[in-house]
């Protein structure tokens, strides 16, 4: 997987990306990424980027002109165009199931605007989606993008340690997690679960889809109407939402 990002603020990304389990999958040639600074686009002899809106107000818009160039280095003398994403507040939101399908492609380009936006005649042009990640307003793209790059990279084979890291974390069955716990197995008076010292295999699994239904009603309710659920799922939560006064 290639991820090019067209930003401002290249230092950003490795001081984020550099370490831990991304860190490593860029070592090891599992994932490439490179930072494109719209910056050394610039025909301005001071590296200017931005311009004021025609429509007025306040704030500065980037113009087409340094991003398309620095898209065009990226992009020009491929015999495909690559996937690009312009990180927007305008976007479809970004979820497990959107990170599900980037992670099919091979080469994905990630514009981040800055001040008030991008020309949207370069956006028209260059880009294949618009993504948000969440209905509030960042000063730039790079967090948002970080963001992406961190959740496909993780869904990458081999990126972590097997499959069955990511296939029970939350979001990625359509439900939240199960609680987790560590050793030791008493701490501060509080024991973990009996079951899960058990040895019982299928009790085990039984007591984390049962963990992961409740988490999910108590904390993010909508998540059920999307969740992909068994007539035992439906039977359970109505049990406990009876035995516990749960009303939604």
Known sequence: MRFDVLTLFPAMFDAVLGDSIIGRAREGGLVEMNFTDIRDFSKNKHRKTDDYPYSGGGGMLMTPQPVYDAYMSVAQGLPYKPFTIYMSPQGKIFDQSVAAELAKKEHIVLLCGHYEGVDQRVIDEIADMELSVGDFVLTGGEIPAMAVIDAVSRLIPGVLASEGAYE??????????????TRPAKWHGVEIPEVLI???????????????????????????????????????????????????
């Open 168 to 181: 029970n974390e939350s979001h990625y069955g359509g439900l939240l997690e199960y609680p987790q716990y």
């Open 198 to 248: 058990s040895g019982h295999h299928a009790n085990i699994e039984k007591w984390k889809r049962e963990q992961s239904l409740i988490n999910t009603l108590l904390k993010r309710p909508d998540m059920l109407e999307k969740a992909a659920l068994t007539k035992e799922d439906i039977e359970f939560l109505e049990k406990y939402k009876r035995e516990n006064g749960v009303t939604l």
